[in-house]
């Protein structure tokens, strides 16, 4: 499996024709499951041998009048969770058998600090 995650955020405020930067802060919490299958060549039948689950959540602040390589710093843990081998294999869903493109799933969102949030880019 190959998904190359390729997060990206954005300096400026998306929902106006301003490049001034205004990131603040930036909070990610992302779940995957991956699952270990065997395929029969012959019948294309697949066989769940394992399902791993596992966490990513990230927290940043960012300052963007700093200098280049100090305007984010990590806020929070360190270290992410290790992935979890489950006792129970859970079944694949369908839209799991295609090409993986976790990047399809992302969402912007802006967090303006008065008003309602927008989602600026919904997933696809």
Request: glycine letters at 2%; aromatic letters at 6%; proline letters at 12%.
């Amino acid at each position: 499996m190959n998904d190359n995650f390729y997060p990206s955020v954005t300096w400026a405020v998306p929902i106006s024709n301003s490049n001034t930067p205004m990131l603040t802060h930036i909070t990610r919490d992302q779940s995957f499951i991956t699952w270990l299958v065997a395929l029969n060549a012959d019948t294309k039948e697949r066989i769940v041998l394992q399902t791993v689950r596992w966490r990513m959540r990230v927290d940043i602040e960012v300052d963007p009048s700093m200098p280049l390589c100090s305007r984010a710093k990590l806020m929070g843990r360190p270290h992410q969770e290790q992935p979890h081998i489950l006792s129970n294999n859970e079944p694949i869903p369908p839209n799991a058998l295609g090409r993986p493109n976790a990047n399809d799933a992302q969402v912007l969102m802006w967090r303006p600090r008065r008003g309602q949030p927008l989602v600026v880019i919904p997933p696809k």
